[in-house]
């Protein structure tokens, strides 16, 4: 019976984890909780629409979302970190012709991380997107920020 229990949580676990798309910066940008923290517990709709918004990037000459990240120093990869100023370039052309294609949380996604990216931009804070699997907006942050490079605001 308890087999049966795991086998299903296992089947079951890529449906029920909401992952999302957050901005990593190479320094912290603002306190936690503030303004600069808002696009961590978002994202779902970056992650979700991921292709579409690389696709629309495409047709807009600019720079995708993909090119900023996804590399993680806690899987053993180089983080490449980019300037702040460069990736929000990316997000307001997104923004400006974002159409029907991508639904009501991405674009809010992209209007948060926008603000975000603004903020870093004009402390001079340079940036990679990060892929945060499951929807732990703050399970196990504590151990992380003891071994991350960089910060999540």
Known sequence: MLFG?????WVTWPLRVRSRIVPYFSR?????GGDAAAAFSRGHGLH???????????RLGVTPLSAFGFEDERCGQQVRWHAAADLLESVAALRARAGPELGAETREDLETLARVLQI??????????????GGDAGQALMYEVSVRQGSFW
């Open 5 to 9: 229990f795991i086998l299903a949580d």
């Open 28 to 32: 912290q940008v603002g306190a936690a």
């Open 48 to 58: 979700r629409e991921a292709a579409v918004l690389d696709r629309l990037a495409a």
């Open 120 to 133: 870093a931009s004009g402390s001079g804070v340079e940036v990679s997107l990060l892929l945060r699997l």
